[in-house]
């Protein structure tokens, strides 16, 4: 069993279009996570996620709606897409907010913006 | 602001040598450090572990040392494979979430 999963796992569209991306793990952490990886292959934190609610939003643009319909879920809709969102986007999970606990990593989503 | 540099930024020996990645970080107020493995088109797969209170960690043939102090972190491969050939990566988490380096690609020639 998967303990991360994310869907799609390719993903191209066109510019200006609306897109999601989804997340979920089956570890019963409390803790989620989106990370984007550019081009240049650098690892950021874009938000986090503890049981449903908000608590990390690093200063990424607001066409990124992060939205959690359970502590299991965690799903990255995007607004109005542009070039530079061409990226992976990894979704990660942990036991609790706490920092310092292990992190799990999805597969990633290669998204490409034409 | 926490950074982390990963020295070198590539490697490639050949099959059975033993090596050494580098990574440093600017602030020592750290919780833990963790090693990553990407392989192309894949995700991050978690190596090693080290809370801030630990010197070291060893899984297989991989060991992982810390020193908060200077900010510094090495993962030594012990008899490289081939199959060992991917990205490491190294991240430390703080007062604010995994904090990521660049990489170290390790490629291992047969």
């Known amino acids: 069993d998967t303990a991360v999963s994310q869907t799609p796992k390719y993903l191209v569209t066109q510019m200006g279009n609306d897109k999601s991306i989804k997340c979920e793990q089956n570890?019963?952490?409390?803790?989620m996570y989106w990370y984007k990886q550019d081009s240049k292959k650098f690892l950021k934190i874009m938000f986090s996620y503890n049981n449903k609610e908000l608590i990390i939003n690093e200063t990424v643009p607001n066409r990124f709606s992060p939205k959690s319909p359970d502590k299991a879920h965690l799903n990255l809709h995007i607004n109005s897409l542009e070039l530079g969102d061409s990226a992976v986007y990894f979704c990660?999970?942990?036991?609790?907010?706490?920092?310092?606990?292990?992190?799990?990593f999805g597969p990633g989503t290669r998204l490409t913006v034409l | 602001k926490q950074e982390v540099t990963q020295i070198p930024a590539a490697l490639s020996v050949p099959e059975g040598e033993n090596l050494v990645l580098n990574c440093s970080f600017t602030?020592?107020?750290?919780?833990?450090l963790q090693w990553f493995r990407q392989d192309p088109g894949k995700g991050l797969t978690s190596l090693l572990l080290i809370q801030s209170s630990q010197r070291e960690q060893t899984s297989g043939r991989l060991n992982a040392s810390l020193d908060k102090s200077s900010g510094r972190s090495t993962l030594y491969i012990a008899a490289s494979q081939p199959g060992d050939s991917a990205t490491y990566l190294c991240?430390?988490?703080?007062?604010?979430?995994?904090?990521f380096g660049k990489g170290t690609r390790l490629s291992v020639i047969a």
């Open positions: 602030d020592s107020a750290i919780y833990n």
């Open positions: 570890l019963g952490h409390d803790t």
């Open positions: 990660a999970s942990s036991q609790d907010a706490r920092t310092g606990n292990e992190q799990f």
């Open positions: 991240a430390v988490s703080g007062n604010t979430p995994l904090v």
